[in-house]
């Protein structure tokens, strides 16, 4: 079986944004620092962590919608960076996202043909109008949305509803590659399995690659081939999705998979290990590890030396201590 080619490539990814603290003092906030991964086409790679590790701004970063304090970017052997923004505009038809939030995402002021019709327009794909339309009928019926919804307004759907625009909007130029960033975070748990089905079954079809951003393990076992796990900006472990949750490595992956409810009315009662502490501030993050403040495992060496992602086969982890 020959190797998928590779589609995007990110190498030590950093990005720091300018911010003000309490006394009006300049700070910086240390959003990504050093991230690298890659994604093969056909697959889905998912980026998770708690809330405030960074994986949002790195999707942004994966799609040049932010310029980068370091690092770059290759989609398809391109480095972003290099591109004037004519030749930016002419990839971008290639990288879609789809965004946490299905009615903040869509504009109120517009009905479902012109929101799918957009990036249509935008890169002039079609002469007629009657192609649009046509186009436009055609996203909407792959989605499961009817031809009778399409002269109606965003706040006349549902969560689920207005999340197949939002997909249909992300399919129109044909991408090859989508950022889904927490795209069902924001829905019902029920509807939650038909938009991941939905995800599942497009890229079936379509060939389509993901990077999919997600807090939600369960969510991630789901839809995932390969899992990079983030702490504070920094990547913690890589691997196969299964390889990862059947022996996590890195003691954050333990514990983030400890925290995962089991439906086992049984096991419920079990004692589960908690971290200690709050995670620390992006604008002073802990030298060395940034984790060892609040890992159990933690040494000396952790809060002095910063730990390299090092490989244990298929999977790489950025631990001191593992073996």
Same mark, same amino acid.
């Given at each position: 079986?020959?190797? &998928?080619?590779?589609? $995007?490539?990110?190498?030590?990814?950093?990005?720091? %944004?300018?911010?003000?603290?309490?006394?009006?003092?300049?700070?910086?906030?240390?959003?990504?620092?050093? #991230?690298? %991964?890659? +994604?093969?086409?056909?697959?889905?790679?998912?980026?998770?962590?708690?809330?405030?590790?960074?994986?949002?701004?790195?999707?942004?970063?994966?799609?040049?919608? $932010?310029?980068?304090?370091?690092?770059?970017?290759? %989609?398809?052997?391109?480095?972003?960076?290099?591109?004037?923004?004519?030749?930016?505009?002419? +990839?971008?038809?290639?990288?879609? +996202?789809?965004?946490?939030?299905?009615?903040?995402?869509?504009?109120? &002021?517009?009905?479902?043909?012109?929101? +799918?019709?957009?990036?249509?327009?935008?890169?002039?794909?079609?002469?007629?109008? &009657?192609?649009?339309?046509?186009?436009?009928?055609?996203?909407?019926?792959?989605?499961?949305?009817?031809?009778?919804?399409?002269?109606?307004?965003?706040?006349?759907?549902?969560?689920?509803?207005?999340?197949?625009?939002?997909?249909?909007?992300?399919?129109?130029?044909?991408?090859?590659? #989508?950022?889904?960033?927490?795209?069902?975070?924001?829905?019902?748990?029920?509807?939650?399995?038909?938009?991941?089905?939905?995800?599942?079954? $497009?890229?079936? /079809?379509?060939?389509?690659?993901?990077?999919?951003?997600?807090?939600? $393990?369960? #969510?991630?076992?789901?839809?995932?081939?390969?899992?990079?796990?983030? @702490? *504070?900006? &920094?990547?913690?472990?890589?691997?196969?999705?299964? !390889?990862?949750?059947?022996?996590?490595?890195?003691?954050?992956?333990? @514990?983030?998979?400890?925290?995962?409810?089991?439906? !086992?009315?049984?096991?419920?009662? /079990?004692?589960?290990? *908690?971290?200690?502490?709050?995670?620390?501030?992006?604008?002073?993050?802990?030298?060395?590890?940034?984790?060892?403040?609040?890992?159990?495992?933690?040494?000396?060496?952790?809060?002095?030396?910063?730990?390299?992602?090092?490989?244990?086969?298929?999977?790489?982890?950025?631990?001191?201590?593992?073996?």
């Amino acid at each position: 079986m020959s190797a &998928r080619p590779r589609l $995007l490539e990110a190498d030590h990814l950093v990005m720091e %944004f300018g911010a003000r603290g309490v006394m009006r003092e300049k700070q910086t906030v240390q959003a990504v620092s050093g #991230v690298s %991964f890659y +994604i093969d086409e056909g697959e889905t790679l998912a980026l998770v962590g708690e809330s405030g590790c960074g994986k949002s701004t790195v999707g942004r970063l994966a799609l040049r919608l $932010l310029e980068p304090t370091g690092g770059s970017v290759r %989609f398809e052997g391109t480095d972003l960076g290099s591109l004037s923004p004519s030749e930016l505009r002419a +990839i971008r038809r290639k990288m879609q +996202i789809i965004f946490q939030d299905p009615y903040a995402s869509l504009d109120p &002021r517009m009905k479902v043909y012109s929101i +799918i019709a957009e990036p249509l327009v935008t890169h002039r794909v079609y002469g007629a109008k &009657r192609e649009t339309e046509a186009r436009v009928r055609e996203l909407m019926s792959r989605v499961g949305l009817g031809p009778e919804q399409i002269d109606r307004y965003p706040h006349q759907f549902s969560g689920g509803q207005r999340q197949r625009i939002g997909i249909a909007r992300a399919l129109a130029l044909n991408p090859k590659l #989508v950022v889904c960033d927490e795209p069902v975070s924001a829905l019902d748990v029920s509807i939650q399995a038909q938009i991941l089905n939905l995800l599942s079954d $497009l890229q079936e /079809e379509l060939g389509l690659t993901y990077l999919f951003i997600s807090h939600d $393990l369960g #969510v991630v076992r789901h839809i995932s081939d390969r899992i990079c796990v983030m @702490f *504070l900006g &920094r990547l913690c472990e890589t691997g196969p999705t299964e !390889d990862i949750f059947r022996t996590p490595l890195h003691p954050y992956t333990k @514990f983030l998979l400890e925290a995962v409810p089991k439906p !086992d009315p049984h096991l419920r009662k /079990e004692k589960k290990a *908690l971290l200690a502490g709050e995670m620390p501030s992006p604008v002073n993050p802990p030298p060395g590890c940034r984790f060892h403040t609040r890992c159990p495992e933690s040494g000396d060496i952790c809060a002095q030396v910063t730990p390299e992602m090092r490989s244990f086969g298929a999977r790489q982890a950025a631990c001191h201590f593992i073996r």
